[in-house]
């Protein structure tokens, strides 16, 4: 079965930077209809795709993010990973590793809806 499992979140300061881990099994990332991403989920607000990626390596980001975080991903390995600088508060939620996903024009847009999630690792910024 598909299997997601995510590491690497932690305490930073606002500026500071984490890098998200998720291991996938079950699930090909190099797969040309592959689509997976990013989804948190902070306090009191609703779910939120942060990034998506589709199997060529092509990546889009929400608006709040763009420039400061990468998504990418180890074919070889089938790892997905988060690279997140400049953090600041409003990033404090915990994030969610997420497979399969609606390819719009060919790109993995993603948005809040997959079929596979990960358990989730907390991300916490203080000001």
């Known amino acids: 079965q598909v299997r997601l499992v995510e590491s690497g979140g932690g305490s930073v300061q606002a500026g500071g930077s984490l890098r998200l881990s998720c291991v996938v099994s079950?699930?090909?990332?190099?797969?040309?209809?592959?689509?997976m991403g990013w989804v948190r989920r902070a306090p009191g607000k609703e779910r939120e795709g942060v990034a998506g990626?589709?199997?060529?390596?092509?990546?889009r980001y929400v608006d709040s993010v763009k420039g400061r975080f990468t998504i990418s991903k180890d074919n070889a390995k089938n790892i997905l990973y988060l690279q997140m600088n400049s953090l600041e508060p409003a990033d404090t939620a915990i994030y969610y590793c997420?497979?399969?996903?609606?390819?719009?024009?060919?790109?993995?847009?993603?948005?809040?809806?997959?079929?596979?999630w990960g358990q989730g690792t907390q991300v916490t910024v203080s000001s």
């Open positions: 990626i589709n199997g060529e390596g092509a990546s």
């Open positions: 079950g699930y090909a990332v190099s797969n040309p209809k592959s689509c």
């Open positions: 997420a497979a399969e996903s609606t390819l719009w024009d060919g790109y993995c847009y993603g948005g809040d809806e997959y079929r596979y």
